[in-house]
C-alpha cells in the first residue's frame, strides 16, 4: 500500500509524457513518368517514415555524387534512351533525420518502360 501511494504522490507532482517515436528511419521510393518520349521526365518521391518525421534529403542518380536539394522530398531526371544501352535507372535518397542526425540511404532500380518499345 506504501508504495502505491508513493508512486501516486511521485506521478501526481512529475507527470511523465512518453514519447513513443520510432528512432530508425526507414522509407521507399516511388516513381512516376511526366513525358512519354525521349527525353522521358520521371518524378521520384521519397516517402519517409520513422525517426522525428522532420528530414532531409540528398539525390543520387546511378553512379554520380549525391546531389544536395536539402529540403525537397521530389526530384525530377530526365532519361534520353538514345544514350543508354540498358534503359535502367538507380536512383539513391538519403534520408537524414534533423533531431538525431541519424541517415539511411535508400535505393530503387528499375527499367524505363518507355524506351522498351
Excluded at 522532420?54 to 544536395?68: L, N
Excluded at 529540403?71 to 535507372?89: D, G, I, R, Y
Amino acid at each position: 500500500m506504501r508504495f502505491t501511494f508513493l508512486f501516486f504522490v511521485i506521478w501526481a507532482f512529475f507527470p511523465v509524457e512518453a514519447q513513443f517515436i520510432s528512432t530508425k528511419i526507414n522509407g521507399t521510393i516511388s516513381h512516376e513518368y511526366a513525358t512519354h518520349d525521349s527525353p522521358i521526365k520521371i518524378i521520384y518521391k521519397i516517402h519517409p517514415h520513422g525517426g522525428s518525421g522532420s528530414y532531409t534529403y540528398k539525390w543520387k542518380v546511378q553512379k554520380g555524387g549525391f546531389i544536395e536539394d536539402e529540403t525537397n522530398s521530389k526530384f525530377v531526371h530526365m532519361f534520353n534512351c538514345n544514350e543508354k544501352s540498358e534503359p535502367t535507372m538507380m536512383v539513391s535518397c538519403e534520408i537524414t533525420d534533423t533531431e538525431t542526425n541519424k541517415k539511411i540511404i535508400i535505393k530503387t532500380k528499375h527499367p524505363v518502360e518507355f524506351c522498351l518499345d
